[in-house]
């Protein structure tokens, strides 16, 4: 397993953008690697997620056409590109790595980042 340490997130106001990033202490180029979400009060929820071989990508309805998900196995880091941001996108976000997409194989999770958006 890889360890995973989240840094970017801030508060913001809501329409502006903030690029996370997640570094991994181990070669991420085998894993699907994903982002996650968690508000106050409620359950972890997918935010989006990135096949092993950077084909492929999934993401929640939510942030769909504003948040982007990218990997840079040569740094061994990915990344969440966050544009548009609303006050619902308050959450503390985690990064995560696993054998596939799905939110079931995902098995190692960094300490997250919280993200506060203002309206």
């Known amino acids: 397993q890889v360890q995973l340490v989240e840094s970017g997130g801030a508060l913001v106001q809501a329409g502006g953008s903030l690029r996370l990033s997640c570094a991994a202490s181990?070669?991420?180029?085998?894993?699907?690697m994903g982002w996650f979400r968690q508000a106050p009060g409620k359950e972890r929820e997918f935010v989006a997620a990135v096949n092993w071989n950077n084909i492929r990508t999934n993401y929640a309805d939510s942030v769909k056409g504003r948040f982007t998900i990218s990997r840079d196995d040569t740094k061994n880091t990915v990344y969440l590109q966050m544009n548009s941001l609303k006050p619902e996108d308050t959450a503390v976000y985690h990064c995560?790595?696993?054998?596939?997409?799905?939110?079931?194989?995902?098995?190692?999770w960094g300490q997250g980042t919280q993200v506060t958006v203002s309206s």
């Open positions: 995560a790595a696993g054998i596939s997409t799905r939110e079931a194989d995902f098995h190692s």
């Open positions: 181990g070669r991420t180029s085998s894993y699907a």
